[in-house]
């Protein structure tokens, strides 16, 4: 149970990179399933090779990040299809990361020193308090993205998945947003990759197949279930629902089933979470939600103006468009 | 202020589908003048403002705001200067963003943004003082999202954040065309007290005549991708929607066929006016279902 709710903790760092592309620029990364491999891989050859455990996760967070600059530049440059470039780059990252690990499928960091070895030493790996530590630190990730996506530049990248033609007509270049997104996101994701690495003690050229998907069921899972009015909210739940969802996985395996059945469960998962909000019940619940927070901005609003226009203005679309 | 000289477009050259939406059109327009642009579907009024914007870059030709060539400037290279609202309400403003965050964003249009907090109490101040002049109330709920408010107040709000950073010029692209008669009417009301309390240089297309009578200085009429012809403040004050209407009509005889059908007259024909007396209904043509059309119907068609 602990170790699950560590795992999902480091794995929260990936899910707040795919945050930021599939929700806030709106842009579907493939890149993602091996720049987090390419993430661990570099970290562990910088580890192998008698590197700080320190600077191995910077150099995971770097690499990461250039694996999203090749996907942005074939995207925005070269204008391919989001989704097709992702693939592109994922593709050949594939080859790449084998050539970056010396044409091994694998690599064992269990002799060597990691960020986690104090943690162990000291006892506290799979304690309360290790998971304090450990959350304490995706927090601190997570408090420097909403940070940053409040700031004039943040904004800019927020409103360029939201409304492309505005951002535009107000001066930004939309294009430079998609890659500083690209970049960071994937940069995020290689960092989770690093970590993971030095935490399981290895690096698999597999490890990282499926990760978008992952990605994406703690970003809806959490999402669904604990909203995402602001993006402080938002990111948050994105880091409950990387936990959940390795919780999840974990009461899966207790209940007998493989660890080799887990792409089907994460897959089943995510659709589930894509299709239970289209039932009648839920939506009849949002729809209310809606309703009911446009009506409340428009009784703020005309409340306190008596000016004839306010009223000819704004009454009824909000009800329509709800 | 704006040169834009022998503009040129030609869409899907080569093709069977080949469309000359500009064909040598040039325009000067002074600091402080309020240009309305009038035309059938087709003329080229759109693809003007959008060349001008640098959506869509000219075939040949020259642009000019002040003394600076801009014709191949892309879009946000040119925010810096011109600022323009969009004919859908949906496309001015973020919807996920809040009133505040949107305003933001408004204000740096066109300089560099850096890691400084989007809102600030400072900015946030200034925010609510603008918002106050749209006499909307908005200011009282910087922090709802914008997708929450109507269309008509989404207009509104794109206005002033086209308008409050002061930018040089001004496009309208037929801003209040997607608002129901009386919303668009205030829309135009506040488009009209903003453009003059800031002595905006303003361009303005419009479907709507007497709209483009009323608002402004200037007005040109285009058709085929050229102007056709111009009237000054003088001469605008004195014409009436019929001289237009007549000018139109005039266009048939000259190019030997129809060059407007009936539906494009009575849109072109649409007034602002939301108080249209229905009983002084649309004459002809009820296909358009314009339910804001006031008495002034094609003849001879």
Redesign the interface.
């Known amino acids: 149970m602990i170790a699950g709710i560590e795992l999902g903790l480091i794995y929260a760092v990936m899910a707040l990179g795919v945050y930021l592309t599939f929700r806030v620029l709106d842009f579907p990364d493939l890149t993602v399933d091996q720049s987090f491999t390419s993430g661990a891989a570099s970290a562990a050859m910088v580890i192998l090779h008698g590197g700080s455990p320190w600077i191995a996760t910077v150099v995971g967070f770097v690499v990461g990040g250039l694996a999203g600059l090749i996907t942005a530049l074939l995207h925005t440059k070269a204008r391919i299809n989001g989704l097709l470039a992702g693939i592109l780059t994922m593709t050949a990252l594939y080859s790449v990361n084998l050539r970056v690990m010396g044409g091994k499928a694998n690599l064992a960091l269990l002799r060597e020193d990691t960020v986690f070895t104090p943690l162990r030493e000291a006892g506290l790996q799979g304690t309360v308090t290790g998971v304090l530590l450990l959350l304490a630190g995706v927090v601190l990730v997570k408090l420097v993205l909403d940070w940053f996506l409040y700031t004039d530049a943040g904004l800019a990248m927020q409103a360029t998945g939201d409304n492309p033609d505005m951002i535009r007509s107000f001066g930004v270049n939309t294009d430079g947003q998609k890659i500083l997104g690209l970049c960071l996101s994937n940069a995020l994701v290689g960092l989770s990759g690093a970590l993971i690495a030095q935490y399981q003690g290895f690096a698999d050229i597999g490890m990282g197949i499926g990760m978008i998907v992952v990605g994406l069921a703690s970003v809806i899972l959490g999402q669904g279930i604990f909203g995402s009015r602001t993006v402080v909210v938002a990111t948050l739940a994105v880091i409950l629902g990387s936990v959940l969802y390795r919780l999840v996985i974990t009461v899966a395996l207790q209940a007998g089933l493989n660890p080799s059945d887990m792409k089907l469960i994460s897959a089943v998962l995510v659709v589930l979470a894509l299709v239970l909000p289209q039932l009648s019940v839920f939506k009849r619940w949002k729809r209310r939600r809606t309703l009911r927070a446009a009506q409340e901005v428009q009784a703020d609003v005309s409340s306190s103006t008596e000016h004839p226009v306010t009223a000819a203005i704004a009454v009824p679309s909000a009800r329509r468009r709800a | 202020m704006l040169s834009v000289h022998d503009v040129r477009k030609t869409f899907f050259a080569g093709t069977v589908n080949e469309r000359v939406a500009l064909n040598g059109v040039s325009l000067t327009v002074d600091e402080g003048d309020f240009v309305t642009v009038i035309g059938s579907n087709g003329a080229g009024k759109s693809t003007l403002l959008n060349t001008v ?1 640098g959506t869509i870059i000219p075939d040949s030709g020259e642009i000019r705001v002040g003394e600076r060539d801009v014709t191949r400037l ?4 040119k ?2 200067w011109i ?2 609202v ?1 004919q859908d309400p ?8 809040t009133i505040e ?1 949107n305003m ?3 204000q ?4 560099s ?7 600030t109490r400072a900015r946030r101040q200034e925010f609510t003082e603008e918002l106050k002049t749209l ?7 910087l922090g ?2 914008v997708g ?6 989404r207009q ?1 709000l794109s206005l002033l ?2 308008t409050f950073s002061a930018p040089e010029i001004l496009l309208l692209d037929e801003h209040t065309a997607a608002l129901d008669p ?2 668009a009417h ?2 135009t ?2 488009t009209e007290r903003i453009v003059n309390e800031r002595n905006l240089t303003t361009l303005m297309v419009t479907h709507n005549m007497e709209q483009a009578l009323r608002l402004g200085n200037r007005l040109i009429m285009m058709h085929e991708g050229r102007i056709l012809f111009e009237l000054d403040a003088e001469q605008k004050a004195e014409a009436t929607v019929a001289d237009l209407l007549a000018e139109f009509r005039k266009l048939q005889t000259v190019a030997g066929e129809p060059a407007l059908d009936d539906a494009t007259l009575l849109e072109t024909a649409r007034s602002a006016e939301p108080v249209a007396d229905p009983s002084r209904g649309v004459t002809g043509g009820a296909s358009t279902g314009g339910s804001s059309a006031a008495g002034v119907a094609p003849e001879g068609q």
């Open positions: 914007s892309p879009e946000h290279r925010a810096r600022s323009r969009f949906m496309k001015g403003s973020s919807p996920t963003l965050q933001a964003i408004a740096r249009r066109g300089r943004r850096g890691l400084s907090r989007g809102v006499e909307l109330g908005l200011e009282n709920r709802a999202k929450l408010l109507s269309g008509g107040q509104a954040m086209a009386q919303r205030h829309v009301e506040i």
